[in-house]
C-alpha cells in the first residue's frame, strides 16, 4: 500500500490494493485520470500547458509537462505497469484547467489545457465520462485504487467525488 504524489510534469500508474494515486493545488494546469477497471490500474498526469512545440528539451525531459507528450506517457506507464496484453477499456476522468491568476483571461492557459486534452484524448478514442474543469477554483485530486474513487478537494468547498 502506497501513495504517489505527482507535481507538475510527472505522471504515475498505479494498480496495488490499497495504492493511492494524488496530485495537489490543479489551478491552469490538468490532471488527466485514466482509469482501467479490469487491471484496477489508475494512471494520472499533471499537465501544466497544452503544447510541447514550446520547448521540446523540456518535453523530453518531463513529458508529462505538455498535454500532448502526457497522455502518451501516462498510457505507456499504465501498459508498463499491468501489461499492454492486459489493458481493458479506460476510463478518462478530468480535473483543473481554472482561470486563478489570469482574471483577464489573456493567456487562458486553463481553457487551452482543456481544449488540448479533449483533442488529444480523441486521437487515442478516448473520452471524459466526468469532469470537473474550468471556473476559478484551484482543486487537488485524489484517487484510490481500491474503488476507483475519484475525490476533488477545493479550498473553502465540501469535498466532492467526480
Known sequence: MGTITLGIGEAGAVFKPGDVIETLALGSCIAIILM???????????????????????????????????????????????????????????AGGACVADKNKIFNIGKRNILATKKMLWKYRLGAIAEDVGGNNSRSVVVDVDGGRVILKSPGLEDKEL
Open 36 to 94: 482501467d477497471p479490469k487491471t484496477h490500474c489508475v494512471g494520472m498526469v499533471h499537465c501544466a500547458l497544452p503544447d510541447s512545440k514550446l520547448n521540446k528539451e523540456k518535453a523530453t525531459e518531463l513529458p508529462g509537462y505538455f498535454v500532448d507528450t502526457g497522455i502518451p506517457y501516462v498510457l505507456k506507464l499504465m501498459e508498463k505497469a499491468v501489461g499492454a496484453d492486459k489493458l481493458g477499456k479506460i476510463i478518462v476522468k478530468l
